[in-house]
């Protein structure tokens, strides 16, 4: 029996990004078996789902490197920080030894959960829904090009010195769409829903199943886009986050263009936003292509 142990990095995002390799490696006839070793026990019944994953373990100690407790394996396969110079899912499938890798991943679903959003969602009728991210407003910078070409950054509020009003255009979608809200609230981290210091409202796999019985998920970068385009839901998506952090002139990395976001790892659904659009017109657009959407159905 070949075997393989995938030790994950990261967060949300980076587990659904790993879990792409165990059916390239199944497929390629280089394992029979491949077991997990994730940080953080919200993704554990999610990786559950996916056919390919034999086994997912978590050893108590919320983190983004986790260290295995068995190491019994054909091969151990420990994966890193991800660089963004190339879609995610290809790096990690790289570092596995992948031979053809691709940009794409899947997030399998529960049915009996499935079933349920979908009767609930039957009531709502033809009016589009919308999934909104909780904690979207803190990974938002309002800035213009030219304050984004000084890069003068303000401790947690970026070039332009202050965030997005996403109060003000989640209003403005409430007055045409559904809109469910999904995720943490806004602040809560990774690390406390984990340690229940923070209870989530809903575990990950049923929040992976109301995303894919939205029309769209409106937000930033992350892992619950990741999570959303992952079961199919198409995405909008406001990129001052990317450009802020890893874009050309980005505060952390300045990389000429990130590969990061669902437009990447999928060929269609997918929308980012120009990062220097104000409150208002990032309403009036995403009000726009979600309404000549829906209409050419």
């Not at 075997?3 to 587990?15: M, Q």
Request: charged share 20%; with cysteine; hydrophobic share 35%.
């Amino acid at each position: 029996m070949r075997t393989a142990l995938i030790i994950c990095h990261g967060y949300l995002g980076d587990h659904l990004f790993a879990s792409s390799i165990a059916r390239k490696l199944l497929d390629e006839d280089q394992f029979d078996q491949i077991d997990y070793v994730v940080g953080f026990p919200q993704v554990v019944p999610l990786l559950q789902l996916n056919p390919f994953i034999h086994k997912v373990f978590f050893n108590g100690t919320p983190t983004p490197s986790p260290v295995p407790t068995n190491t019994n394996y054909t091969k151990i396969i420990h994966l890193g920080p991800l660089m963004f110079k190339e879609p995610p899912c290809v790096e990690f499938q790289k570092v596995a030894g992948v031979r053809n890798p691709s940009p794409d991943f899947q997030v399998y679903t529960d049915k009996d959960v499935d079933r349920f959003i979908q009767e609930h969602f039957n009531s709502v009728g033809d009016t589009p829904i919308i999934a909104v991210m909780n904690n979207w407003q803190p990974k938002t910078f309002l800035f213009t090009k030219e304050q984004y070409e000084a890069g003068i950054d303000v401790p947690n509020k970026g070039y332009g010195g202050s965030w997005r009003n996403t109060d003000y255009i989640v209003d403005r979608l409430k007055e045409h769409f559904a809109i469910v809200e999904v995720g943490a609230p806004a602040n809560v981290t990774q690390f406390q829903t984990a340690t229940n210091k923070i209870p989530s409202v809903r575990n990950l796999f049923e929040e992976a199943s109301i995303l894919k019985h939205c029309d769209f998920f409106v937000g930033a970068e992350g892992g619950l886009a990741n999570l959303a385009s992952g079961v199919g839901c198409r995405t909008i998506l406001t990129s001052d986050f990317v450009h802020q952090l890893y874009g050309w002139n980005g505060v952390i990395r300045k990389i000429p263009e990130p590969q990061l976001g669902p437009r990447f790892y999928f060929p269609t659904g997918h929308i980012d936003l120009d990062p220097y659009l104000t409150d208002e017109e990032v309403a009036d657009q995403m009000i726009d292509i979600i309404t000549r959407s829906s209409t050419h159905e």
